[in-house]
């Protein structure tokens, strides 16, 4: 079955730094890869995503790209703010009705003022 | 507010007790998705429901069971609970019957076993 690692576990960085956060997957029919945002104590949101047809997706200061050939993925978040401190997962599915959404076991970024 | 909601938030029982999770998927979303979320963990995917049918399973115990109902509301059933079962169990929804779409996360329930 699909498994995705994700490093580093814990990050910090400098309030306007860059931070990159890396995922792997195994499974090479995955075709969706979401990416998403846990601040403490609450639910998990999607951040952004990006399908196996696209190399690169931004959205404002968050970017993701995805190299289909290594099987791994990145999210890069630029200008760090305090509020961008969370724990962020990524996450890997394959078409079809009976998979399943997979996530790596996250990065606790905390971004220092 | 996803508009995924859970009951109860909070809920402490002893060991071999048995509790249920609820879960009401947003307005329209047709699958329901349970992931378990231990402290300081990632997120285990326990088990998944397309309206009313079972879709995808996890590394769920034998132990738990889930149910989707006509109204898509789902339960999730934790029995003969052990220490180990602490943690916070999130329910999520979405429209796509396929894993390719945004997951809505409800706020969780936090289950301590004592």
């Known amino acids: 079955g699909e498994n995705v690692e994700q490093h580093p576990s814990t990050l910090s960085v400098q309030e306007g730094d860059s931070a990159v956060i890396k995922c792997t997957y195994s499974?090479?029919?995955?075709?969706?890869f979401p990416w998403y945002k846990q601040e403490l104590g609450k639910r998990p949101q999607l951040i952004i995503d990006?399908?196996?047809?696209?190399g690169e997706k931004k959205d404002q200061r968050i970017a993701v790209t995805l190299n289909k050939t290594a099987k791994h993925f990145s999210l890069h978040i630029t200008e760090t703010q305090p509020e961008d401190s969370a724990v962020y997962f990524c996450?890997?599915?394959?078409?079809?009705?009976?998979?399943?959404?997979?996530f790596g076991a996250g990065t606790r970024l905390a971004v220092h003022p | 507010d996803s508009g995924v909601t859970q009951t109860p938030k909070h809920l402490i029982t002893a060991t071999g007790q048995r509790v249920t999770l609820r879960c009401s998927p947003r307005?329209?979303?047709?699958?329901v998705y349970w992931y378990q979320q231990s402290l300081d963990q990632g997120l285990q995917f326990l088990i998944q429901?397309?309206?009313?049918?079972?879709?995808a399973k996890g590394n769920i115990l034998e132990r738990f069971s889930a149910q989707q109902f006509p109204d898509l509301h789902s339960e999730l059933n934790l029995s003969s609970l052990e220490l180990g079962d602490s943690a916070l169990y999130f329910c999520?929804?979405?429209?796509?019957?396929?894993?390719?779409?945004?997951?809505?996360f409800g706020e969780g329930s936090r289950l301590t076993v004592l």
């Open positions: 999520a929804s979405s429209v796509l019957q396929e894993n390719t779409g945004e997951l809505f």
């Open positions: 499974d090479s029919a995955s075709n969706y």
């Open positions: 990006i399908r196996s047809n696209v």
């Open positions: 996450a890997a599915s394959r078409p079809g009705g009976y998979n399943k959404l997979i």
């Open positions: 307005s329209g979303d047709l699958s």
């Open positions: 429901y397309y309206n009313g049918e079972e879709r």
